[in-house]
């Protein structure tokens, strides 16, 4: 119930943080963006509202609101971007290195073939749309670790999705995050964005359901 409420009120929560934590506030989200994506066993992180919020809280840099404080968009998205696309990379290796191993006991030879055949053909599509899902952004690159999808391939896809997923909703949130209607009603906001997120994947394993 309390990881429920912070991202439910996340704008409260990371308007504190930039008010008690001042410049290490970007260390502090850096990290949060690279556990989601790097760690296999933290998907549950809120890295979509995250992004929104800080693109939102950046538009309001040096108000009274943030005591003068505030954040650097750019700056904020730069450093984003890097943490998702190393989070991304660790979570491919672990993948790669240990998945298998760890994970060998769980998994049926079958359906490692099915994802080494489903990464070979839709792996940049995968790894891109993936960026914004919850809970998926997190297992894509563990699982294309796994089904062995090439290094080079992987990363490409990893920088290009990083960036659309990073710059594209910091920004959303920095132009449209004070509207008055959307910052009263911030929670709303945050569940719209949570159910759009899932509509594309849900669509995909419809359409996977259907065909098999």
Known sequence: MELVDFIMHIDKHLQEFIINYDVWVYGILFLIIFVETGLVLMPFLPGDSLLFAAGMLAAQSGTEELHGKGLNVWLLMLLL????????????????????????????????????????????????????APFIRTFAPFVAGIG????????????????????????????????PFI???????????IVLSLVQPAIEIWKAKRGS
């Open 183 to 193: 910052k009263s009603n911030f929670k709303i906001v945050v569940m719209g964005i």
């Open 81 to 132: 971007w890097a943490a998702a696309v190393l989070g991304d990379t660790l979570n491919y290796l672990i993948g790669k290195y240990f998945g298998a191993k760890v994970f060998g006991r769980f998994l049926d030879p079958k359906h490692l073939k099915q994802t080494e055949d489903f990464f070979e053909k839709h792996g940049g599509k995968a790894v891109i749309y993936a960026r914004f």
């Open 148 to 179: 062995t999808m090439n290094y080079r391939k992987f990363i490409s896809y990893n920088v290009i999705g990083g960036f659309l997923w990073i710059f594209g909703i910091t920004l959303i949130g920095y132009f449209f995050g004070n509207v």
